[in-house]
């Protein structure tokens, strides 16, 4: 029984050491926050008081600037967003003109059927050998019978970029009337004259 108190005398002797020190512990952490408070505040004041210094001045050239063009503000945004509303015209017009081709359609084609969506607008140079491609990889692809978890992701990267290409072609279209291609010149070399 002597031991058994004395064991419990010293595991309370113990805990009470670990309590001093966790309380100990405790106030050394909030004495260390509250001095960063302290410098943090100071700090915030000092900033406060450089900008305070600053701000009457640049205020008074703010709001002499804005007495002289309250005028000109106005006119200037009315000016400003008839120019732009005549610019947004303009790109409307451009991409709907007559006779040419509907660039939501040919996204809309190439990102269904990748470049066979390109036949709508696409240089026949460019667009047929890669509807040939395109196809044979397909049907080399639905032989083997890969899963679909392999070929997601290269779907997921080559029909939105052939959209982005179908996209272009149209604009192409509608700005030259003709059909371009997007990944050579479309100029021929030309040889130069034959020495006589």
């Known amino acids: 029984m002597q031991r058994l108190a004395a064991l419990e005398a010293e595991v309370k002797a113990d805990a009470d ?7 100990a512990a405790l106030t050394k952490l909030r004495e260390q926050r509250a001095a960063k408070d302290a410098e943090a505040a100071v700090e915030r004041e000092r900033q406060l008081a450089v900008v305070a210094k600053k701000k009457p001045a640049a205020a008074a050239r703010a709001a002499a600037a804005h007495d002289d063009d309250d005028d000109d503000d106005e006119d200037g945004g009315l000016r400003g967003a008839i120019e732009l509303a005549n610019k947004a ?5 451009e991409l709907s003109r007559k006779g040419g081709k509907s660039w939501v359609k040919s996204g809309v084609a190439s990102l269904a059927l990748g470049p066979i969506g390109w036949l709508y607008a696409g240089s026949f140079r460019e667009a047929i050998p890669a509807t040939a491609v395109w196809l044979v990889i397909a049907t080399i692809l639905s032989k083997l019978a890969l899963p679909s978890l392999i070929l997601m992701p290269a779907l997921l990267i080559t029909l939105p970029l052939s959209a982005i290409a ?11 009337g003709k059909r371009q291609r997007l990944f050579g010149d479309d100029k021929k070399k030309q040889l130069p004259p034959a020495a006589k």
């Open 166 to 176: 179908g996209i272009v072609y149209a604009v192409q279209f509608n700005k030259t």
């Open 17 to 23: 050491a670990q309590s001093v020190r966790k309380a």
């Open 89 to 93: 015209n303009k790109v409307k017009k």
